[in-house]
């Protein structure tokens, strides 16, 4: 899908010139891609305004040497899950955005110049259940922007010159928490890692120019239920299996423990002892194929996040299929929670946590199961910033 991202990292010069005192050249990013080096005021020493230290680096990873009044680029997608169980997460999600924000205005050389786009988790489920989610490719990755939101005439945010010349009109938080707000009606059947690769994909029209290859990537997902995304030719999603909640098949085609696939059955084991099936089941796209593809775009570096289905506490965490009590069809077989807060509940993401952890200390993955997203969005923000700031 994404041949001429591929291409085009293949034929980048790599070009060190050298001059005195400034030094410009290209040196290793954290996964082994290229990542710009800016001048400095001394080639070989610092005075102290360079990102970060040592110290406050990843293993492996040292600051990222750059030019105090050069605003860097960051790119910030969000993939929101617009399905029925998400109304408290998306309001939760707007209401605390302020905080990352914050944590944005902390990094040395200011408020980056910023391209803020939100994707939803709705591509359809193929086109034997198109009559239960709408279109057969859903919203195919297009940013979703709405005029009344303060955003028209683009379908991303563009904010530039720390924050004094937007495209958009009023403050960058209320005008994304008034976009993520996407609504409950997209599909069940959620694809967030497949949505976030149409998105990028530079196949998609309406989102021309959100993603620079000169700025770094950061991309959030929020969703309460694994990622679930197939070909669209996928059998996976034909016809309804009675007494199955009809998300399990996401499960037990995406998820193994002990080696084995998820049984059909009631069926418990701790969470440790489980992960993403690492071939989709044969039905869904093996999660690999997204990290591939997410480290072949030209950018930067990348940042991966999700607030998702996840314990807060995973010691004594547990896998398990059975029948929930508190859901509205407790007659039917399903994924148990592995979280429950006062917003509702989640299922395990395995997939979303294969995902997260392919990109190491660039990876965070959070639960979803929070009253208030606060410290997460701080947290979000605070490894950005870090994996920003070192290379």
């Known amino acids: 899908m994404l041949t001429r991202a591929k291409l085009a990292l293949l034929v980048i010069p790599f070009v060190i010139p050298l001059v005195v005192p400034f030094v410009i050249g290209m040196v290793a990013g954290c996964d082994g891609r290229a990542a710009l080096r800016i001048p400095v005021r001394d080639a070989g020493t610092s005075d102290g305004t360079l990102f970060g230290s040592a110290g406050q680096c990843p293993t492996g990873t040292a600051p990222r040497v750059v030019e105090l009044d050069t605003p860097l680029k960051l790119d910030l997608l969000f993939m929101v899950d617009d399905s029925l169980s998400m109304q408290e997460e998306q309001s939760n999600l707007s209401r ?20 803020l786009g939100v994707v939803s988790s709705d591509l359809g489920a193929g086109s034997s259940l198109q009559a239960v989610c709408g279109t057969v490719a859903g919203d195919r990755g297009v940013m979703q922007a709405r005029a009344e939101c303060g955003l028209s005439g683009s379908h991303y945010l563009v904010s530039e010159e720390s924050g004094t010349r937007n495209n ?13 707000k996407l609504g409950t009606h997209g599909c069940g059947f959620e694809h967030p890692l497949q949505s976030v690769r149409m998105a990028l994909s530079g196949f998609v029209s309406e989102n021309t120019g959100f993603l620079r290859p000169d700025a770094h990537l950061a991309v959030v997902y929020i969703t309460d239920e694994d990622d679930c995304s197939a070909p669209p030719e996928s059998s996976m999603f034909d016809g ?21 696939a998820v049984p059909a059955a ?13 071939k989709g089941g044969g039905k869904l ?13 030209r950018t930067q570096s990348v940042t ?13 965490a547990r896998y398990a299929i059975g029948y ?36 190491g200390a660039a990876g965070k993955i959070l639960s979803i199961c929070q009253d208030d997203f606060s410290n997460a969005m701080a947290e979000i923000g605070q490894l950005i910033n870090r994996t920003v700031e070192c290379r």
């Open 168 to 180: 958009f009109s009023g403050d960058i938080a209320e005008v994304f928490g008034c976009i993520a």
């Open 324 to 359: 929930d009590l508190t859901s509205t069809h407790p007659d039917q077989l399903a994924a148990m929670p592995i979280c429950n807060s006062a917003n509702g509940k989640a299922a395990v993401g395995l997939r979303l946590k294969q995902f997260v952890d392919a990109f």
């Open 266 to 278: 009631e069926f418990s084991t701790p969470l440790d002892h489980c992960s993403a099936d690492p």
């Open 285 to 297: 796209i093996p999660v690999q194929t997204f990290v591939d593809e997410m480290k072949l775009l």
């Open 240 to 260: 309804i299996v009675s007494g199955q909640d009809s998300s399990l098949r996401c499960s037990l085609y995406g998820h193994a423990c002990d080696g084995a």
């Open 96 to 115: 605390n955005f302020p905080r990352l924000i914050d944590e944005l205005k902390r990094l040395p050389t200011g408020f980056p110049d910023l391209h």
């Open 304 to 316: 991966v996040s999700v607030i998702g289905g996840w314990p807060i506490e995973g010691a004594n």
